[in-house]
């Protein structure tokens, strides 16, 4: 059973930056490195929204809205993923999920509030 334990959310003021981890725990060693990782966000009243992705060749996707603040990048040895946010906006305010799709099961970590006041 893999656990995915997301950290590094919090309170920041616009135009700051913020280091989102999440933490494959529980699993195979390099876990991350198999599968595509994911991070999703959802801001209150609207839908849960992809933010970046990163798949196990290395290749990075990001949704418009952030391209060019965030980046997401990935430690294969701790098992551990990372989405830096830059320049953060009052519309970043979210809670940041981590997401993975493994041999048909679908993982989600319990969520890290980011709060961006303007």
């Known amino acids: 059973q893999v656990q995915l334990v997301e950290s590094g959310g919090g309170l920041v003021q616009a135009g700051g930056s913020l280091r989102l981890s999440c933490v494959a725990s529980?699993?195979?060693?390099?876990?991350?490195?198999?599968?595509?990782m994911d991070w999703y966000r959802q801001a209150p009243g609207k839908q849960r929204e992809l933010v970046a992705s990163i798949t196990s060749g290395g290749s990075t996707n990001y949704a418009d809205s952030v391209k060019g603040r965030f980046t997401v990048s990935r430690d294969n040895a701790k098992n551990t993923v990372f989405l830096q946010m830059n320049s953060l906006k009052a519309e970043d305010t979210a809670v940041y999920y981590c997401?993975?799709?493994?041999?048909?099961?679908?993982?989600w970590g319990q969520g890290t509030q980011v709060t961006v006041s303007s």
């Open positions: 529980r699993s195979i060693f390099s876990f991350i490195s198999f599968n595509t």
């Open positions: 997401h993975t799709l493994s041999l048909g099961l679908t993982y």
